[in-house]
């Protein structure tokens, strides 16, 4: 088992930034993946952005640019800073963790991100 606490969610003006923090503890495999999926209210979740434990990373096109993905090892957390906020990222943001030789999927409990002025 794994288990993700978020945090560094709320509500920003458009054109802000928040950074979102996910810490991991629990059975972390040697080789994984670790990001940020969102969904927005009626719509289905998507990927925002991810990153392996190689040091490859993957964003969304609607976010390319704007969010940036890093991770600690040392301390199993993975951040995703966002710039340049849009009413259109209002969304819950929930942290992944994915074993890359099991392919088990953990989940984390959500977090609004709110993006009004």
């Known amino acids: 088992q794994v288990q993700l606490v978020e945090s560094g969610g709320g509500l920003v003006q458009p054109g802000g930034s928040l950074r979102l923090s996910c810490a991991a503890s629990g059975s972390i495999g040697s080789l994984n993946a670790m990001g940020w999926y969102r969904q927005a209210p009626g719509k289905q979740r998507d990927l925002v952005a991810f990153?392996?434990?190689?040091?490859?990373?993957t964003y969304a096109d609607s976010v390319k640019g704007r969010f940036t993905i890093s991770r600690d090892n040392a301390k199993n957390t993975v951040y995703l800073q966002m710039n340049s906020l849009k009413p259109e990222d209002t969304a819950v943001y929930y942290c992944?963790?994915?074993?890359?030789?099991?392919?088990?999927?953990?989940w984390g409990q959500g977090i609004q991100v709110s993006v009004s002025s």
């Open positions: 990153t392996t434990s190689r040091g490859s990373t």
């Open positions: 992944n963790h994915r074993n890359l030789f099991t392919m088990l999927d953990y």
